[in-house]
């Protein structure tokens, strides 16, 4: 089949990072980015931790941590190429208990399996060293891990990718795709965008990724449920009790990594995310419901199965979600000098986590190929960081375009 006309659904950080590596590919090809926003990058990819992760946690042999540890050397040449911020400011996973142990080390085995250099499992002493501040009976230290603007990546990829001829149609919400015999009808509320079908599709919608497949014909699971990670920024007179970032080791039963320190590349230092159901999927705010949103997940038997499942979990969040004092105070047990910090609330970031029927957090991405049509159904964190390498196995190995 020759390849002519390529769409990509979603102004994310992957969706731009698939149409520019299908460019640089492929110069010939006619691509067009359809993007339902005003602008690129409106949602996860501009409300995150902004951490360039470098592939600790992830099940060896599995997409995330091929693609993390890929994605985190593909994202730090593009910011030197690019002349963009980028922070190797280092990050330490602290235990406090003894009980934790046994989970750091099986960490540490994860980051060794999978080739993430010069990590380190250390002692009280050393990680004093590292962070003065912080406290915990041992720890594991990963000095690569590093800060960047993800929103600010993003938006130099669109700049390339329309200096390589593509296409960015904002304001371009597309409803459906249309598979005919002779290509791919990309759908909107007024009909087809263009009267020419294309001739391969990549959605990388985020947030509405299992919407857009079902509307398309893909599966209806996995589903989307999204969780919501409300950040504090700490008061700046503050910021030098932490140098890099610090982070809890991940309750197993919980599959998101818990409230940590982590320093911006503008300077601030927050404190965040938690993880909690979102009463909207971009619903940022926190103050709006969208009833369509709730009505999915709330009628979706997963989610129920997995409250059930992760009781003291959701109780633990909810908390740091009624009071910012508890949201501190969880924090500072890794840095009690911050106890008594000062904070001011920042704007959240809404996971597009994907959930099956029977309650389980998809955990690795997941990108399915069907006929001419390419969904990612699943690219949580660390998805940004893997964004360019999404990018490479699409083209290269899903699309496989010689
Ligand atoms: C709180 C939080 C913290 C995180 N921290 C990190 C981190 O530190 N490091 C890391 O690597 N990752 C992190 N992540 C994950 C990372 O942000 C995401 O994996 C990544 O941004 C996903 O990019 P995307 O392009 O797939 O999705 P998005 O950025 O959500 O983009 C999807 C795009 O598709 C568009 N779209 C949706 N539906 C349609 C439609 N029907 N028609 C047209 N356009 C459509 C949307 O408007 C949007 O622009 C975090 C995420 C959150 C929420």
């Known amino acids: 089949m020759a390849i002519r006309r390529v769409a ?4 994310g950080i ?18 067009t980015v359809f993007e339902k926003e005003e ?6 990819s501009s409300h995150n931790s902004g951490v360039v992760h470098a592939g600790l946690y992830y099940e060896p042999g599995g997409l995330k941590a091929r693609l993390c540890t890929r994605g985190a050397q593909l994202v730090r040449s593009y910011c030197a190429e690019n002349d963009l911020p980028f922070d190797e400011c280092g990050k330490v996973v602290v235990a406090l208990g003894a009980e934790e142990i046994p989970r750091l080390e099986a960490i540490f085995a994860k980051a060794t399996a999978n080739g993430v250099p010069d990590v380190r499992l250390i002692g009280p002493e050393e990680l004093r060293e590292i962070e003065p501040n912080s406290v915990g009976i041992r720890a594991l230290h990963s000095p690569h891990t590093a800060i960047v603007s993800y929103g600010a990546i993003a938006g130099k990829i669109a700049e390339e990718v329309i200096r390589r001829g593509g296409i960015i149609r904002t304001s371009a919400a597309v409803t459906r795709l249309d598979e005919r015999p002779q290509g791919v009808f990309v759908m909107g509320r007024d009909g087809a965008f263009d009267d020419r079908p294309f001739d391969l599709v990549v959605t990388c919608s985020g947030l509405q990724s299992d919407r857009l497949a079902e509307a398309s014909g893909d599966e209806a699971d996995p589903r989307i449920v999204p969780f919501f990670g409300q950040y504090y920024v700490i008061d700046p007179a503050f910021r030098s009790h932490v140098r890099g970032l610090i982070y809890p080791v991940p309750d197993p039963k919980f599959p998101f990594l818990g409230v940590h320190f982590t320093k911006r590349i503008d300077g601030e230092m927050t404190i965040g995310p938690n993880a909690f159901i979102s009463f909207g999927r971009e619903n940022y705010s926190g103050r709006a419901v969208d009833l369509r ?3 999915d997940f709330a009628t979706y038997p997963g989610l129920w199965k997995f409250a059930a499942r992760n009781g003291a979990a959701t109780l633990r969040e909810l908390k740091t979600v009624m009071s910012a004092k508890v949201f501190v105070g969880e924090a500072a ?15 959240r970031g809404i ?3 994907a959930m099956t029927r029977d309650g389980r957090l998809v955990d690795d991405f997941v990108i399915r ?11 949580p964190s660390p998805g940004a960081t893997s964004s360019l390498a999404i990018a490479e196995y699409i083209v290269r190995e899903v699309l496989a375009l010689e």
């Open 8 to 11: 990509v659904v979603g102004g």
């Open 14 to 31: 992957n969706g731009l990072a698939v149409a520019r590596q299908m460019l640089l590919d492929h110069p010939g090809i006619a691509l």
């Open 351 to 353: 996971r597009a986590q």
């Open 293 to 295: 949103d709730v009505l």
């Open 39 to 44: 602008a690129v990058a409106r949602h996860q």
């Open 333 to 347: 047990k890794y840095v009690p000098s911050l106890a008594a910090v000062g904070v001011k609330p920042a704007v």
């Open 369 to 379: 190929r069907r006929g001419r049509v390419t969904h990612i159904r699943n690219a």
